[in-house]
């Protein structure tokens, strides 16, 4: 086995090596006949996991253009192959007689629950405790944040989640319904969050998703809608990227989030993948 340090060295990938890296996964990605689970391709995303949650410098905003092409185009692939795998599972979850007890069958569980921790904790160190109402935007066929949130986190609150898919949300329903408390806290609403108005005031936190919003427009659409709508001394959190995990989701920075006071970022360096932006709607 090797000794600490000899693991931190070999750990570490050189920009060029590492670019090269995941662009060969890409190319081997792109020539995948379908993006559902199967042994090649979740060979392949987890290679790329793996490969992007390395320690590395690379800035992936400063990359030439035809390496952009190549990061937007991979993470259009990563969000694709992430929501065909929530929907195997989460059918599969459906079908059985307690599902809520099998969520640990979900390849990235850990990953949830160590985010779910991260997020409250910096929820509750800025005074975000235990709110009456939550918006999440984008929860998919596998609400595994709220439903974390809501069973371990924020025993009271009232969690609405929000996504474009109505497949989705009717197994999300159906997985949360075998819990009598987490069916009364929960609703599932199939609509674009940019078609919501008046409804985004009733919320003391927003969630974002990180793949709401899949290029720099639409994410900036995005925040300043719920903005403009969201109540005086809201809280948004949003999930970005930092670094090589950059290939796998939209980044967020600063200075896309004007108009907002920004309470905390934090970027991991161990196995959770999301940045966590979060930021208030000023009161005046």
Not at 239 to 257: I, N, Q, T
Request: with cysteine; charged share 25%; aromatic share 8%.
């Amino acid at each position: 086995m090797a000794s600490p340090q000899q693991q931190h060295f070999e750990s570490y990938v050189p920009t060029e090596l590492l670019i090269d890296r995941i662009s060969r996964i890409h190319a081997s990605i792109c020539k995948l006949e379908t993006l559902r689970p199967s042994k090649q391709v979740n060979s392949l995303f987890t290679q790329l996991v793996k490969l992007c949650t390395l320690p590395s410098s690379v800035d992936v905003l400063t990359l030439p253009q035809e390496e952009q092409n190549m990061r937007s185009s991979l993470i259009t692939l990563c969000g694709r192959a992430e929501g065909l795998l929530e929907l195997e599972f989460s059918t599969f979850l459906s079908q059985i007689p307690q599902p809520l007890e099998n969520l640990n069958l979900f390849p990235y569980y850990e990953n949830y629950v160590e985010l779910a921790k991260l997020e409250y904790r910096i929820l509750y160190e800025n005074g975000v405790v235990m709110p009456q109402k939550v918006a999440f935007v984008g929860s998919g066929p596998m609400p595994l944040t709220s439903i974390m949130m809501a069973k371990h986190h924020m025993k009271f609150t009232h969690f609405d989640n929000f996504d474009l898919d109505a497949t989705a949300n009717n197994l999300a329903r159906q997985i949360v319904a075998t819990d009598v408390d987490l069916e009364k806290r929960m609703k599932f609403l199939t609509c674009d969050i940019v078609e919501v108005r008046d409804k985004l005031e009733e919320y003391d936190c927003v969630f974002l998703a990180a793949l709401v919003g899949m290029n720099k427009e639409e994410k900036l659409k995005i925040v300043a809608h719920v903005r403009k709508y969201m109540k005086k001394g809201g809280i948004l959190l949003v999930r970005s990227a930092k670094g090589a995990r950059g290939f796998l989701y939209p980044v967020v920075e600063h200075d896309d989030l004007m108009g907002f006071e920004v309470l905390s970022i934090y970027h991991p360096t161990n196995e959770v993948i999301n940045s966590v932006i979060l930021v208030r709607k000023p009161f005046l």
